[in-house]
């Protein structure tokens, strides 16, 4: 916990966080969810469960004079048995939009995989840390600390040397976004430029980011969280774990797309709402998952299992899943017109991978997440797209 003396404390409340859909009160603090409690009771395994509490896209929003910043928290970190443990997660500050300084919290709670088909997990309790930022430029300004992507986060206390007042409404469009593991972050390195939240930036929304690592699998519980959330604008990013996960075949996953956008449009009639297929994977272009762990080259890659003969009879792909989207979307936005369509291989193709390839042949790098979140902003926000502020 923080040493530092003569410091304000101020207590966290909802009106301090943003980008989450739930306070858990715990024994330590407050526990960010990004979906309400209805929705987690519903939850079928425990790797959503995970995915959703790590606060991608969660972030603290205030203003203050401090030049000095403590925030305590219990990080929950998840490693491989078998594996070296990864760095902490990373803290970023930014002062008036711009990364400023960043920090990391050591110790924490430890979720320890011990099979990483089943995601059966050991939990070891450890202590709080502190995130300590110092040496902030002097005066007034919005101060932003983005919670790590990839760790579960309990917040405790924010303390400063100077008083904190919650940041001012801006009057920013809200962006709900959904996704799979790429959306939550995966192999990026830092909470701030995961591809949603640097598409954000450019598009000057605020980001309400439902990617869930491995779960972007049409959940009913989803599509009502969604429904239920105040939006200016929805995207959902479909097809990569519905085929990796090989959840689904075509006769169930069409009337469940149908049925996911049915629901968020109970709430949203009239949102723009843009339906985003996968981006560019080889190992799932042609070849129908399940995906499993290849760890044949000392480093852990993955590999697609299913045949491609049998997507005649109905198994995903991904150049399948693309067709099927875009073919929604085509019969819906007649009577739509606020439905959209982005092919994932416009964020990231064939020429993209050539130059940026996926490290473990599933996730983009942190140049990838650039790349997409660059193309995103420039496909939607811009260019008369469908998340621009006025269309030609």
């Given at each position: 916990?923080s ?17 989450h859909l ?14 309400p409690?209805?929705a ?14 790590q606060?991608?896209g969660v ?9 000095t ?20 997660g ?5 002062v ?6 960043q ?17 059966t997990a050991?939990f ?34 924010l303390?400063?040397?100077g ?8 009057a ?5 976004h959904?996704?799979?593991?790429i959306?939550h ?5 830092f909470p ?7 598409a ?6 605020e980001?309400?980011?439902l990617?869930f690592g491995?779960?972007a699998l049409a959940?009913p ?7 239920d ?12 774990n519905?085929v990796?996960s ?5 006769r169930?996953?069409?009337p469940?797309?149908h049925g996911?956008?049915?629901t ?5 009639p ?13 190992t799932?272009e ?10 044949s080259?000392?480093?852990l890659r993955?590999?697609?299992?299913g045949d491609?003969a049998e ?5 995903l792909t991904?150049?399948i899943v693309r067709?099927v ?5 085509s019969?819906?936005?007649a009577e ?5 369509y982005?092919d ?14 996926l ?5 983009p ?5 650039r790349r ?5 902003a ?7 797209g469908p998340?621009?502020l006025?269309?030609?």
């Open positions: 916990m040493t530092e003396q003569n410091l304000i404390t101020t207590p966290i409340t909802a009106d301090l966080l943003r980008g739930d306070l858990e009160e715990t024994a330590h603090g407050l526990l960010p969810h990004r979906l409690a209805r987690r009771r519903q939850i079928p395994d425990d790797r959503l469960a995970v995915a959703e509490a606060p991608s972030r603290l929003a205030f203003r203050t004079t401090a030049t910043v403590d925030l305590d928290t219990l990080p929950t970190k998840r490693v491989y048995r078998g594996f070296p443990p990864p760095p902490d990373v803290y970023d500050l930014l008036d939009g711009r990364l400023t300084a920090a990391t919290v050591s110790g924490g709670n430890l979720l320890t995989i011990t099979d990483l088909q089943t995601q050991e070891t309790p450890g202590p709080a840390g502190t995130a300590h930022f110092t040496g902030l430029p002097a005066g007034e300004k919005d101060i932003e600390i983005w919670l790590p992507h990839a760790e579960i986060t309990e917040v405790i206390a303390r400063t040397d008083p904190v007042e919650p940041a001012p409404d801006k920013r469009r809200v962006w709900l959904h996704g799979s593991s959306s972050g995966s192999n990026a390195v701030s430029t995961i591809w949603p939240a640097l954000a930036s450019a598009g000057d929304v980001l309400i980011n990617g491995g779960s959940d519980f989803t599509a009502r969280a969604m429904r959330t105040p939006a200016d604008l929805i995207s959902v990013k479909l097809g990569i519905i990796n090989d959840a689904m075949r075509l169930a996953f069409v469940a797309v996911f956008l049915d968020i449009r109970e709430g949203h009239t949102t723009p709402l843009l339906l985003v297929s996968p981006i560019l994977c080889p799932h042609h070849t129908p998952g399940p995906l499993m762990p290849d760890l080259g000392g480093t993955f590999k697609a299992t491609p997507t005649a009879a109905g198994r991904l150049t067709d989207l875009a073919d929604i979307v019969q819906r936005s739509d017109p606020n439905l959209h982005l994932g291989l416009d964020l990231y193709g064939e020429s993209d991978h050539d130059e940026l390839p490290p473990d042949a599933i996730h790098g942190p140049e990838g997440h997409i979140g660059e193309n995103f420039e496909l939607a926000f811009a260019n008369n998340f621009a006025t269309t030609g």
